[in-house]
């Protein structure tokens, strides 16, 4: 018998089968994330409108929409990256937690990373209205989508659960240990972000990932609680 129990006892069913090893929330997480990206290929103005994260100012806002931009992507790449980030450090991270711990770290990343987005918004809409450009109009249009956020945090808590672990790049084929990829990756979206450059992606949002993800990564470790694995927090 193995030691954990991700399914609750139902080894047997069909989901479980599909995804093999693959611990229960994980294995959740990729579905949603595929059935919506299916729905989206066929529904697409739709979905992107419902369900992709609007700054609060656009008509198109929703509240629901903090949640559900995680679960949205925009092109077959792009969910391909982000699943087999999850699906990679995700197992590791939700073996090592537990479940229900692994959920709350997981949304706290991502929603950390859509409160950080959504306040460098703010900042360029106060600029952008004080300034009268039109540029403004655009940002409330501008839907944003993506579970990089939660991905990024994911990074993030590896990295400080395994700090020494040598991770290799497919490309360039270049082998570190991971918490110097953590660093590499949290100083190119900064210095990305800061100076504006690869447009269309949300930096921001994978920096607030990463530092809400270390925010609770750091708190559970210092008040003694990272492996109370039946635990929520």
Do not use: C
Not at 93 to 99: D, I, K
Not at 132 to 159: C, D, E, F, N, V
Not at 165 to 185: G, H, R
Request: no cysteine.
């Amino acid at each position: 018998m193995p030691y954990y129990q991700y399914d609750n006892g139902r080894e047997g069913n069909f989901f479980s089968r599909l995804m093999p090893g693959v611990p229960v929330v994980t294995r959740n997480i990729l579905l949603i994330n595929i059935i919506v990206f299916i729905a989206t290929l066929l529904r697409e103005d739709f979905m992107v409108r419902t369900f992709a994260l609007f700054y609060p100012a656009s008509d198109l806002f929703r509240p629901w929409q903090f949640v559900t931009h995680m679960f949205m992507h925009g092109g077959f790449w792009h969910i391909f990256f982000n699943m087999y980030t999850l699906w990679l450090f995700g197992s590791v991270l939700e073996r090592a937690l537990g479940s229900r711990k692994f959920l709350v770290y997981y949304f706290f990343a991502g929603l950390g990373a859509a409160a950080l987005h959504t306040g460098v918004e703010y900042i360029q809409a106060q600029h952008y209205i004080a300034t009268s450009a039109g540029s403004y109009a655009q940002l409330l249009m501008t839907p944003t989508l993506g579970a990089s956020g939660a991905i990024y945090g994911l990074l993030l808590g590896y990295g400080m659960l395994y700090p020494d672990n040598v991770l290799t790049l497919i490309f360039p084929p270049i082998s570190l240990k991971a918490k110097w990829f953590v660093l590499i990756f949290a100083g190119i979206e900064l210095l990305t972000g800061v100076f504006g450059t690869m447009d269309g992606v949300a930096h921001f949002a994978h920096l607030g990932g990463m530092l809400f993800g270390w925010a609770l990564m750091f708190w559970w470790r210092k008040s003694g609680r990272i492996w109370e694995r039946d635990k929520w927090i």
